[in-house]
Each structure stands twice: as structure tokens, then as C-alpha cells.
């Protein structure tokens, strides 16, 4: 099974809104509510930024929403803030193999 | 807080084994699955294997399957992979994370697995 797939760069100036999407099939993203999304800088752990589409964990700020539609999953970040770059993963559970990713996508803020 | 602090990574020959382990700390691990995912130098991410709360079920990606094998000691809340057969392609940062497949809700700060002669 294939990753799903992401833009491999996005970029956006401070306090812009940038959106990242993720396109799966209808095995994974299309066919269940359970899409994450997370956030690495360099060097570091990933971090859940979202869940079940659209769910943030505590403590994640409010400037980072989720959405799906279809087959395609986005990530939404509003007032984009330097601390922002980095790269941002979205996964999906997958009736085939069932924990897909894709395959990353690097935020650069101006 | 939580933390999942991960060891055992290091230099290994094709064919040479590694056990990981990894401590969590800051929430009750037993009554959480666990994860190992792992992101091979500039790649993505992979999810590896999962383990249910009491050890009873265990699963893998494909790629590993024969060689890979997930743990776990409540009593001393830790989680292991014991890997065999490494390979070249087994090449990759090792992080230890709690959940299923859903989703990762914390993870480690990974530890490196480099398989090369």
C-alpha cells in the first residue's frame, strides 16, 4: 500500500493561513474518521497535532484545525508563527495494513 | 509528565540483532497499547509493531514479520524490540510510542539503528 500523499513543501508568511493536504483512497482516509496529524522539527519526536480528523490534544493551539473530505484529509494553520516550520505528517488507520503515513510535508514560514 | 525514553540503538552488522527498550514514566502504562514507529535518514515515518495492554497481542508491518519481535514488562513499564536479521533497509530512528494504530499520542526521543558492514 502506497503512503498517502503530501505536497513535499508549503511555505506562508507570519501570521498567513497555510493548508496541507492528504489524499488517501477509500481504504484509509476515505473509510474511516481516524486521521492524525504531526507536527517534527528538526532532529525531534513527532508530536499529535491532530486527531480523528479534527480533534486537537490538549494543549495544541487552537491555530492548527483539522478536515476531510472525501478522500483527502487537510491541515489547517491560521496565523502561521515562526515557530511553525517544521515537518508535518498526516497518518490514517487503513483496513489493508492498518497505520498508513504520508509522506511528509515541509512548512517554511518567510 | 509523560516520557518515553528509548535505548539500546547503535552500529550492527547485516545479519546482527538489537534489542531496544524503551521506559515510559508519568501515566499507567499498562493500560495502554504501545507502539514502535520508525523513520528511516530523510524519510517518512513507519509504523512497525503494536502490542495490547497486556501483552497479548502483537502485530507488524510486513517487512519485519519473522524478524521482529514486541514486548513488554508492565512491572518495570518498559517496552522492548528485539530485532533479528537486521538489514540495510532496517536502517532508521527507532521511536517507542503509546497508542494503537489511531493514533501516537507521546512519544520517545527515538534512538538510531544503523545496520551497515
Known amino acids: 500500500q502506497s503512503a498517502l500523499t503530501q505536497p513535499a513543501s508549503v511555505s506562508g508568511s507570519p501570521g498567513q493561513s497555510i493548508t496541507i493536504s492528504c489524499t488517501g483512497t477509500?481504504?484509509?482516509?476515505?473509510?474511516?474518521?481516524?486521521v492524525c496529524w504531526y507536527q517534527q522539527h528538526p532532529g525531534k519526536a513527532p508530536k499529535l497535532m491532530i486527531y480523528?480528523?479534527?480533534y486537537r490534544p490538549s494543549g495544541v493551539s487552537n491555530r492548527f484545525s483539522g478536515s476531510k473530505s472525501g478522500n483527502t484529509a487537510s491541515l489547517t494553520i491560521s496565523g502561521l508563527q515562526a515557530e511553525d516550520e517544521a515537518d508535518y505528517y498526516c497518518?490514517?488507520?487503513?483496513?489493508?495494513?492498518?497505520?498508513?503515513f504520508g509522506g511528509g510535508t515541509k512548512l517554511t514560514v518567510l | 509528565e509523560v516520557q518515553l525514553v528509548e535505548s539500546g540503538g547503535g552500529l550492527v552488522q547485516p545479519g546482527g540483532s538489537l534489542r531496544l527498550s524503551c521506559v515510559a514514566s508519568?501515566?499507567?502504562?499498562?493500560?495502554?497499547?504501545m507502539s514502535w514507529v520508525r523513520q528511516a535518514p530523510g524519510k517518512g515515518l513507519e509504523w512497525v509493531a503494536n502490542?495490547?495492554?497486556?501483552?497479548?497481542?502483537?502485530n507488524y508491518v510486513d517487512s519485519v514479520k519473522g524478524r521482529f519481535i514486541i514486548s513488554r514488562d508492565n512491572a518495570e513499564n518498559s517496552l522492548y524490540l528485539q530485532m533479528n536479521s537486521l538489514r540495510a533497509e532496517d536502517t532508521a530512528v527507532y521511536y517507542c510510542?503509546?497508542?494503537?494504530?489511531?493514533?501516537?499520542?507521546?512519544w520517545g526521543q527515538g534512538t538510531l539503528v544503523t545496520v551497515s558492514s
Open positions: 508519568g501515566f499507567t502504562f499498562r493500560r495502554y497499547w
Open positions: 480523528d480528523v479534527s
Open positions: 497518518s490514517s488507520y487503513t483496513s489493508i495494513t492498518h497505520v498508513i
Open positions: 510510542a503509546e497508542g494503537r494504530w489511531e493514533r501516537q499520542d507521546q
Open positions: 477509500s481504504s484509509d482516509v476515505g473509510a474511516y474518521n481516524y
Open positions: 502490542i495490547n495492554e497486556d501483552g497479548s497481542e502483537k
